[in-house]
């Protein structure tokens, strides 16, 4: 039968390397569904505009720039769902505005300049992704399209947004990252907003006011170049992620940050942070707290801290810590640890009170020893401790019987406890390079981690009888 005979509600042809479509594609009557995504299209017949009934039509994925789309796909009445995504296409054409029940457009990852200001008539859209492509300007029409909830223009060329984006008073995301914004309308109109993404515009300098958005709980202000956080933004009390990470002009967080009691992610990363507020404690909702690459030291580090009992991801790495609070015995959830490149001297025993911990990393500092607690965290599952000044590890790490990886090269020892020979099961990766190493001998260490376990195993019962020397191992009556 040929195609044009088929009388199939849904046509499901994606991944087979088609590269054009036949005419007869305009007698399948009864089609609703039609996806040609992940091929290599290279256009459409003009037919393709005889498919009344068609209501989801995804083309992503093809090689759609090789000819102009053809305006025939406006006479598609009936569509709700349009994907065109990933065409390389440099324009589109006009008559798709005159898809009046098109609730989902998607361009996104394209290379178009412009936006046919006759776009305005797609009075049902709901979703317009504009992600990924070249535009520098958007048509001030943009503003008519009042049922729209969702609009990403991330990734383009933008240096200003049309005034007339204030009208979208239906708007609940917003995305305007990796642009080149220097300024913003006032947005308080579209106080619907849940999520507002404003990220990676370098060129930013100052936000609009902020009080007005009672509902939004998503607040992307990364890559910036603001100085200080608006006052204003303590008054957003639903916000549950808040990202203020790479905004080098910001050197401290106002005790107010204790008034966003529903935060749930807070990434302060790469800032010039020196003190921490005590009011981050009030934050018990808190469950990811990143405080990487700033400048922190351990008396900068507030008790307090020890009250976010709900946290299960703490990143400190990057600062200048010599040590941790003994407070953080108290976070109970906590399953990853990082305070990698700091200038620890010691690990507090407390840190074997995080009993939930599943990766602990505490590489690059000035570790001599690792507590013997550390085999109370039965859960690890990753435990990093590379280059430090480490001279002996405790035989208490046999207890990590979970673990899959264990990182301790680049240190000083000299001989690794017997007791890792009882993770023969889980562990995958031990590294050991860069230690004189003695004990178990190079022999074993060459050949990999199943080796280096099997070798402890085998020689434990007459090692700990013996003595370890440069020549192996020796009977103590010997």
Not at 412 to 440: A, F, R, S
């Amino acid at each position: 039968m040929a195609i044009g005979g088929l009388k199939c509600r849904e046509l499901l042809l994606t991944k087979n390397d088609i590269t054009t479509l036949p005419d007869e594609i305009g007698k399948l009557q009864n089609l609703t569904t039609f996806d040609i995504s992940h091929n290599r299209l290279n256009g459409l017949p003009v037919e393709i505009g005889q498919l009344k009934t068609l209501k989801d039509f995804n083309l992503s994925h093809n090689k759609l720039f090789f000819s102009n789309l053809t305006p025939e796909l406006g006479k598609l009445s009936g569509l709700v769902t349009l994907n065109l995504a990933s065409n390389q296409l440099d324009e589109i054409p006009p008559e798709l505005g005159n898809l009046k029940h098109l609730q989902t457009l998607d361009l996104s990852t394209n290379q178009l300049k412009v936006i046919p200001p006759e776009l305005a008539g797609l009075e049902s859209l709901v979703t317009f992704d504009l992600n990924a492509n070249s535009l520098k300007v958007l048509p001030p029409e943009i503003g008519k399209l009042l049922n729209l909830k969702t609009l990403d223009l991330s990734n383009n060329q933008l240096t200003k947004l049309p005034p007339t984006i204030t009208n979208l008073r239906s708007l609940t995301t917003l995305k305007v990252g990796f642009n080149k914004l220097t300024e913003l309308p006032d947005l308080s109109p579209l106080s619907f907003l849940i999520t507002l993404e404003v990220r990676d515009n370098p060129a930013l300098t100052q936000l609009p006011p902020l009080e007005n958005f009672k509902n939004l709980q998503f607040l992307n202000i990364r890559n910036l170049q603001i100085s200080e956080l608006p006052p204003d933004l303590f008054k957003l009390s639903g916000l549950i992620e808040l990202d203020v990470r790479d905004n080098l002009r910001i050197r401290e967080i106002p005790r107010e940050i204790g008034y966003l009691k529903n935060l749930k992610r807070l990434d302060l990363c790469g800032n010039k942070l020196r003190t921490i507020p005590p009011e981050i404690g009030i934050l018990i909702n808190l469950q990811v707290l990143d405080l990487r690459n700033n400048g922190l030291t351990s008396e900068s580090l507030p008790r307090e801290i020890g009250s976010l009992q709900g946290l299960k991801k703490l990143l400190l790495s990057g600062n200048a810590l010599g040590t941790l609070p003994p407070e953080i015995r108290q976070m109970s959830n906590l399953m990853e640890l990082d305070i990698s490149n700091n200038a620890m001297t010691s690990l507090p025993d407390e840190i074997g009170n995080l009993k939930q911990l599943q990766k602990l990393n505490v590489s690059g500092n000035k570790l001599i020893h690792i507590p013997t607690t550390i085999g109370n965290l039965t859960n690890i599952l990753i435990l990093d401790c590379k280059s430090n000044e480490i001279s002996q590890l405790p035989p208490d790490l046999g207890k990590l019987t979970l673990a899959t990886k264990i990182d301790v090269s680049h240190n000083m020892l000299t001989e690794l406890p017997w007791e890792l020979g009882n993770l023969d099961q889980n562990l995958n990766i031990l590294e050991t390079d860069h230690n004189p190493l003695v004990l178990p001998p190079r022999a074993a260490i060459t050949k990999g981690t199943p080796a280096i376990i099997q070798w402890l195993k085998d020689h434990e019962k007459e090692g700990r009888k013996g003595k370890v020397s440069g020549l192996g191992i020796q009977k103590a009556d010997e």
